[in-house]
């Protein structure tokens, strides 16, 4: 699906993924319907990536009061991985910094 490509090309596709699907959540639930997995498979294709907490909330809250029918699993699941995605950087973020410092210096001063 066209969204889960532009989802999967960095920060600025999943953001654009995002504002799309929630701009267009009526019109995509009533082209699909709550009886296919398609809504579900669109939630994980957009949100999978995220890895914020403020992504977290504000997936929830968007789908707080929408009924996702047989979605309903693929977003408890999008959730889910957020979370990890969230406690992954949190536990990553200083080494990653510290390797692409200590590496770009070192690069940069064989030059």
Avoid: C
Wanted: aromatic share 12%; charged share 20%.
């Amino acid at each position: 699906m066209v969204l889960g490509v532009v989802a999967s090309q960095g920060p600025q596709g999943q953001l654009l993924a995002w504002r799309h699907l929630k701009a267009n959540w009526d019109n995509l639930q009533t082209l699909f319907g709550n009886g296919t997995f398609t809504l579900g498979g669109l939630i994980t294709a957009v949100t999978s990536h995220f890895s914020t907490e403020y992504d977290f909330k504000e997936v929830s809250d968007f789908f707080r009061y929408i009924d996702v029918g047989s979605g309903t699993r693929a977003l408890e699941q999008s959730l889910e991985m957020i979370q990890l995605n969230v406690h992954w950087v949190k536990n990553n973020e200083a080494q990653i910094y510290d390797w692409l410092v200590k590496n770009s210096k070192t690069k940069n001063s064989k030059n």
